[in-house]
């Protein structure tokens, strides 16, 4: 049976965009998992064992190769994906560049099993750095399975910079979910350090997204398909009460390829406009199919960006069906913002005669007459009689607030010679930051009881999330138990009583806003970001009592300067900034 891996001419090979394959365990998950899908697997297992630093393994029932194809592909610029420079313009297949096994094969241990379809001849090849064993076993299923071993065993540096498990794995689980998400007709399985995470049957897109992100999606998904001469669309779009406050559910693909496209999302974003609350991200799992030859997936290494042909009417196209879908499900605005809703009449009113309205005069009403119970009056008659004028007059201290609010977003308050200007919403996220850094690190919280427990279905993700957290969030007062896939809360912090619970906890599993380099440990982390959640937002109006507590407690602080994502919460003027406002006076 001839072979089909070749190795690419000079012209083309430079006119790849090659780039480094191996960043991460989840780069190399990628590479295999689709080098798997271009081999027509139908059946794809992956195994990591320590978040992929000491295994990762993909078997899968595709095509196989020969002893030869197996040797070659670990060559650089060898692929079967393409032949000449005219298919670099047309790619349909996942990858293409023949860059991947030779990358991974130069930081790591492989061993590759094949049994090519049609054959009753099994190869193996083992590679360790530049020594090359290949040999012949006796049985094996049809397909392939590729071990990758000791990864960046020879590049110490490099693997220092890997991160914990704890986020190398949820890299993992993410490229897993992209290509699982593409391949709803491919059955795949995930499982680390020997738990099975995930098993996907072979089912539709539907049952898919629901299999991987939870029941409660699917009863909030809304069907997307349009077809236009430029683009097919299809897949669904969330509801907007499903929003996030992360970009945590978004999926865009182009002919079943995972990408990212600000042009693309910004179209999506603008076609929820009015939909959404301030802050929040609509979620999406949105497949287009375009012509080959109208894209370029050439431009960027790791294949997660393309340039398209006809941007501006893609945009349009997009916008455009997405809105008819939100109509379609009667998500949009009921207001018709060039009409007075108060003007219209009923129909069955139209023709009935408008009635003067009686109007009640009171003939002996006087304005300059002043009642005897009146507060105010009595209380600036008090003040004159008290001489408070006169102190004004005289430059003499009045006792009155010194603290007030202005445009609902900054506290004043003076001292003997100086104006401070508070941002209100970074003073709160200061105080509350340094109470839940106490909490997490003395265990000293307190927890309201709920009178009545709250149950959320968790995805794997938030699942993984919450295992690394659970210590922490339940110093600073959550308490809760979890059954299988379902986190059963019992009792919460009382400083969020008055917030959506559910969408809190939901937004601590976020597994995207983990990022340990703006922060000192998880602890620290997790203490900003509740920080975040529960401070007060500008353009609320505080009473004198809530500015004065929040003055307070910021000078308490021990850095009443710094938010806890380093913005700075006050500036000072003291009379000399403000007399030069007033030279020319």
């Known amino acids: 049976m001839s072979d089909i891996i070749k190795i690419l001419p000079a012209e083309v090979s430079n006119k790849i965009a090659a780039g480094e394959v191996v960043q991460r365990p ?41 002893k030869n194809d197996m040797k070659m592909s670990f060559m650089k610029h060898a692929t079967s994906k393409i032949k000449d420079i005219d298919d670099v313009f047309s790619i349909t297949s996942m990858g293409f560049r023949g860059e991947a096994l030779a990358s991974i094969s130069s930081i790591s241990n492989i061993e590759m099993i094949s049994k090519k379809k049609g054959t009753d001849k099994t190869n193996i090849i083992s590679l360790e750095g530049d ?7 006796v049985f094996s299923e049809e397909g392939t399975s590729i071990k990758v071993m000791n990864l960046f065993y020879n590049v110490p540096a490099r693997r220092n910079f890997l991160k914990s498990d704890f986020v190398e794995l949820r890299h993992i689980i993410d490229s897993f979910n992209r290509i699982a998400l593409s391949y709803p007709d491919i059955e795949f399985n995930l499982i680390n350090n020997d738990e099975e995470l995930f098993y996907l049957k072979k089912n539709n897109l539907r049952k898919r997204i629901s299999s991987i992100f939870g029941r409660k999606i699917d009863e909030n998904l809304i069907p997307l398909n349009e077809k236009t001469s430029l683009a097919k669309i299809s897949g669904f ?29 910004h179209s999506i974003n603008n076609a929820y406009d009015g939909l959404l609350r301030d802050g929040y991200f609509p979620g999406y799992f949105i497949f287009l199919e375009i012509n080959p030859t109208k894209i370029d997936v050439n431009v960027h290494p790791n294949k997660t960006e393309i340039k398209f042909e006809d941007e501006q009417n893609l945009y349009s196209i997009m916008n455009s069906a997405i809105k008819h879908s939100l109509g379609i499900y009667q998500i949009t605005p009921v207001l018709d913002f060039e009409k007075e809703a108060s003007m219209e009449l009923p129909y069955n009113s139209q023709k009935n005669l408008i009635k003067e309205p009686a109007i009640e005069v009171d003939s002996g009403f006087n304005p300059f007459e002043k009642e005897k119970n009146n507060d105010d009056w009595q209380e600036l008659e008090s003040k004159i009689e008290d001489g408070i004028f006169d102190k004004i007059n005289n430059n ?67 699942e993984i999330v919450l295992a690394e957290i659970k210590d922490i969030i339940d110093s600073i007062g959550f308490k809760f138990t979890v059954n299988e896939r379902v986190v059963i809360i019992n009792a919460i912090p009382p400083i969020i009583s008055d917030n959506p619970i559910e969408e809190i906890f939901e937004d601590l599993l976020d597994n995207n806003s983990y990022n340990l380099k703006e922060s000192f440990s998880l602890s620290d982390l997790i203490a900003k970001k509740m920080s975040k959640l529960l401070s007060i937002k500008n353009d609320k109006p505080l009473k004198l009592k809530e500015q004065q507590t929040i003055i307070n407690q910021l000078f308490s602080c021990k850095e009443p300067k710094l938010s806890p994502f380093n913005k700075q919460i006050f500036v000072t003027l003291d009379r000399k900034d403000l007399d030069k406002n007033f030279l020319n006076g």
């Open 26 to 66: 989840a780069s190399v998950v990628k590479e295999l998992l689709e080098n798997s899908i271009d081999a027509n697997s139908t059946k794809i297992k992956l195994i990591v064992k320590d978040s992929g630093k000491t295994l990762i393994q993909v078997v899968d029932n595709g095509d196989g190769m020969t």
């Open 131 to 137: 020594n090359i064993v290949i040999k012949e076993s």
């Open 237 to 265: 779009i969330l509801k907007p009460q499903l929003s996030k406050k992360s970009r945590t559910n978004q999926f865009l693909f182009v002919n079943k390829r995972y990408i990212k496209s600000q042009f693309l999302n």
């Open 396 to 462: 003499e201290e009045v006792d009155s607030p010194k603290i007030f609010q202005v445009f609902n977003k900054y506290i004043i308050t003076t001292t003997g010679s100086s104006v401070i200007i508070v941002d209100q919403s970074l003073a709160h996220q200061r105080i509350l930051y340094e109470q839940f850094l106490k909490s997490s690190v003395n265990n000293s919280s307190k927890s309201q009881k709920l009178i009545f427990p709250i149950e959320i279905e968790l995805t794997k993700n938030q």
